[in-house]
């Protein structure tokens, strides 16, 4: 197992070039399953998730090649089980069930299960596709599902879901008749893979709003579709420019997508000029405390959250930085105040006080962004961070140490026993 070793201190100066996302690459490597033949994807990052993926549709029977691009082959799909060994890895493996569904009329997919940051149930894309006629039976840990030809229907979210939206418009592209998702989430990720659908001659409308509208239609052929730029990664280095109280320019992303959190950063004392698919991001001032909560798309990321708390960490006063998605995302508070910190935290509210350093310290990584978060906190701290079980990372930020060094940060990947 791998370790980050990190020497903070310096201000990051210089060039960052953005990754594809990880959760626009998912969805669009699960849609695959509707339409056999040849799908291209350009913009796929290299990353653990990006593989368990690739591996879970080799299982079914696709053929995959990554190069420049991402190849799928799905003329061969026969094995319509995604396993629990895959599945309790990445939960997002719950995106092949609406593919299979409409496509092949039947599936068997292990449930997810919990993980590191809150129970994260998928009810609600088994009640839509219940609502669409679907037989849907648990066993054993897994979903059951079958259908002779799924049915259009008006589908209200109870609560707003990303790879749940993903799944039913997904199932719903070849159902019969109109499939209506109200409550749907507007998150970017949903926009690109209804673009993809499409592209495959899916009959869409209204991605990006909280409504809907997918006409079903009797077939879909591949196509082609370039990833769009990883928002959260982007907003990662931006913290990142701003924690060490440096100047980074980020390129290839996407400023409209980043919106609410380039207006808290800006709040927070960052100096933030966006221009085509680049930003600029600097700070020469000190850090201002700002409060923060967590909700959907426009709204400012949960994926962030842990990312802004380690700025905050280092603020002037206090924030209060509310956790509204997820009910235990808070596993880095622990490990911040290992390096120093100062954070209250009750239920989903966390009150950080900002300290006048961070301290380096040897704290280990729990999920995805946390470990983000731990990252940012080594590289503003005063002496030697290590951060352990950075597998995380790995599954979802591509290069992370090599694009960091690239801009002056002094940071090593090593091998644990070293
Ligand atoms: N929820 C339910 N029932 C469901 C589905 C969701 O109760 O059937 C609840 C969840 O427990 C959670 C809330 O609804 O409290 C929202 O969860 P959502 O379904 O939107 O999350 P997700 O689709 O499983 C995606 C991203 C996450 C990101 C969330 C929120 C992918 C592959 N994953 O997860 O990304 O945090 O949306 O924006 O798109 C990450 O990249 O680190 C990550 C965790």
């Known amino acids: 197992m791998d370790k980050l070793v990190i020497e903070g201190g310096v201000p990051l100066q210089g060039e960052i070039r953005i990754s594809g996302a990880k959760n626009a690459a998912l969805p669009l490597m699960a849609a695959t399953l509707l339409a056999n033949g040849e799908h291209i994807f350009h913009n796929v990052p290299r990353l653990r998730d990006i593989r368990t993926m690739r591996n879970l549709l080799a299982h ?17 799909i026969h094995n319509l089980e995604a396993p629990y060994d895959l599945v309790k890895t990445m939960r997002a493996s719950v995106l092949v069930l609406g ?9 068997r997919v292990s449930l997810p299960g919990g993980c590191a940051i809150g129970a994260r149930p998928i009810n609600l894309h088994l009640a839509g596709l219940a609502r669409m006629g679907v037989d849907v039976k648990l066993d054993h840990g897994y979903v059951i599902a079958s259908a002779d030809r799924l049915r259009g229907a008006l ?25 209506v998702l109200r409550n749907a989430a507007r998150e970017p990720e949903v926009v690109a893979l209804a673009e993809y659908l499409c592209r495959m001659g899916a009959r869409i409308e209204g991605a990006g709003t909280d409504r809907i509208v997918i006409e079903g239609v ?31 320019r980020l390129v290839g992303c996407r400023p409209d997508h980043l919106e609410a959190v380039t207006e808290k950063l800006q709040q927070a004392g960052l100096v933030i000029e966006t221009h085509n698919g680049t930003i600029d991001v600097r700070r020469d001032r000190p850090i201002r405390s700002v409060d923060v909560k967590t909700w959907p798309f426009p709204a400012f990321p949960t994926d962030m959250q842990a990312q802004f708390m380690s700025l905050m960490s280092l603020g002037d006063n206090v924030s209060t930085i509310s956790e509204q998605i997820f ?46 978060s731990l990252v940012l906190g080594g590289l503003a701290a005063e002496g030697t961070t290590e951060i352990h079980r950075i597998y995380h990372l790995d599954r979802g930020y591509e290069a992370m140490e090599k694009k960091l060094s690239a801009v002056g940060a002094r940071i090593w990947r090593k091998r644990e026993e070293e």
């Open 60 to 76: 079914m029977g696709a053929a995959c090649r990554h190069e420049d691009v991402l190849h799928i082959d799905t003329s061969d």
């Open 99 to 107: 593919p299979m569904l409409a496509r092949h009329h039947r599936a």
């Open 155 to 179: 589908i209200t979210f109870d609560q707003v879901t990303v790879t749940g939206t993903e799944n039913l418009m997904m199932a719903a592209t070849l159902a019969e008749g109109q499939t």
């Open 218 to 248: 009797p077939e879909l052929s591949p196509s082609t579709h370039t990833v769009i730029p990883d928002r959260i990664e982007a907003g990662t280095y931006m913290v990142a420019a701003g924690i060490t109280g440096g100047n980074l």
């Open 327 to 372: 009910e235990n995302r808070f596993m880095h508070v622990l490990e911040l105040q290992r390096m120093g910190a100062d954070i209250e935290l009750e239920g989903r509210v966390a009150m950080v006080h900002g300290v006048k350093k961070l301290s380096g310290a040897p704290v280990m990584a729990t999920d995805l962004r946390a470990s983000a």
